[in-house]
């Protein structure tokens, strides 16, 4: 799952002026249902207090092609883009069933069979 990160962006306008732009650059990839957007909304700026807005890509480290492919799409929108990538990535399981109603989302645990509830 490509996680593209958005540092620095100045206003709420220009953050989504991209990500539009994003969303539109990468649309008909084959893998665009699997990337994420998340928006740091933080400062960064040089040695001399110029703003220093970009992107970082991350990713996992065996699928250079599409990370190609990405930047490749995004260079267009003239931002620096950062890439990191990752080892491996752990997804989230589906949360197991709850058929009495017995835990919440604040409070959720795997129950083992057989055990006291």
């Not at 110029?50 to 992107?55: G, I, N």
């Amino acid at each position: 799952m490509p996680n593209i990160e958005m540092h620095g962006i100045k206003d709420d306008m220009s953050y989504g002026q991209l990500f539009h732009q994003i969303k539109k650059a990468l649309q008909d990839a084959p893998y665009a249902k699997d990337i994420v957007l998340t928006d740091y909304q933080n400062r960064v700026v040089d040695f001399h207090e110029k703003s220093q807005p970009y992107l970082r890509l991350v990713a996992l480290s065996t699928s250079s092609a599409e990370l190609e492919d990405i930047e490749k799409r995004l260079e267009p929108l003239n931002i620096d883009i950062e890439v990191l990538l990752i080892d491996h990535f752990t997804p989230k399981k589906p949360l197991m069933p709850d058929p009495d109603g017995l835990r919440d989302e604040a409070n959720q645990r795997k129950w083992k069979v057989g055990e006291q509830r």
